[in-house]
């Protein structure tokens, strides 16, 4: 097998908990960042260099499993670090998702944007303000858009993926060629997640909208109206 997909999401979306689902599917391997802030954030290389050394990296490291078909998961923090030379964002996503990463299935997980950010400030290793962590989720509102456009993307969301986890993993099982194997559903304990991530089962306590961090619905606000996360 090579490098088959790749799972995507802002930080703190739900992309680890996605990770572990489909990793633990049999047939399935996933990298957990393998790689992806080394390389995609790395200082000193001009970027449409650093996202294609990223891919074939990707491909190298596949060779590993060769009975699974192997995907890596990175967030949408480390492909912004791709517009670190000014280039237009629009631009940079094409050439990293169209060209670099052609031929290889986008999973993209969307999270409300109050839950996001609220857990973005409740586990903040780097210091972020109110604000930076607002527009990194309205980033990857942005990077979600781009890929609902796309024919080798699967879109999905976190709250829907902890209330019915078969539902939502059924299709892209289907898009990833592998049939659905209950194994996943104890993905929620996967060894590769960190451990203050693994329970048994899954929790709906995530989606609860309170406790909001002030400032950042001035911010996110429109972007939620448009997503259907609040009422018109």
Known sequence: MSFEFLVIGAGRSGTSLLAGLLDSHPRLEVGFEWESEAILLAAGEPAPRRAVRFRNRCEEYALRFPKQRWGNKITTEQIRGLEEDGRDPAE????????????????YILRDGRT?????????????????????WCYSVFVHDFLTKRDDAVVLRFEDLVA????????VCDRLGVEWNDAMLAGTRNEKLLPEYRRTGFSLAPTVIDGLPAGCMSIIEADLHRLGYLDA
């Open 164 to 171: 019915d986890a078969r539902s939502v993993l059924m299709p």
């Open 92 to 107: 940079v996503l094409a050439h990293f998702f169209d060209e670099v990463m052609k031929g290889i299935t986008k999973i």
């Open 116 to 136: 996001c950010v609220r857990s973005k400030m409740n586990r903040n290793r780097r210091g972020l303000t109110i604000e930076e962590a607002s527009h990194r």
